[in-house]
Nanobody, 128 residues
């Protein structure tokens, strides 16, 4: 059974930083693009960032560009999201995702429907 387990969420003041981690287990994740989505109260779940398997190409939603950095350690089946200069509008539950379609190993999509595996989510709260 595939599992994605997030950690690193918490409460931080505006301008602060957090680093989210997502450990994948249950099978090999060779060829899997991985990423992060988030959902704030009363809002749709939205794409935040993703990283391809083959060359580590990264993708971000415009609102986090320059502040967030996604990275992965394929040997550890782990993906990270470094979040700097956090803002109150970044407050949300953050979900780790994995795309099991090997044909997409050279890139990562922003579409929620393309991701096959989801973590349970970790809360990030940014106070003003």
């Amino acid at each position: 059974q595939v599992q994605l387990v997030e950690s690193g969420g918490g409460l931080v003041q505006a301008g602060g930083s957090l680093r989210l981690s997502c450990a994948a287990s249950g099978r090999t994740f060779i060829g899997y693009a991985m990423g992060w989505f988030r959902q704030a109260p009363g809002k749709e779940r939205e794409f935040v960032a993703a990283i391809s398997w083959s060359d580590g190409r990264t993708y971000y939603v415009d609102s986090v560009k320059g502040r967030f950095t996604i990275s992965r350690d394929n040997a550890k089946n782990t993906v990270y999201l470094q979040m700097n200069s956090l803002k109150p509008e970044d407050t949300a539950v953050y979900y780790c995702v994995a795309d099991a379609d090997y044909s997409r190993r050279n890139y990562a999509t922003r579409s929620r429907g393309d991701y096959d595996y989801w973590g349970q989510g970790t809360q990030v709260t940014v106070s003003s």
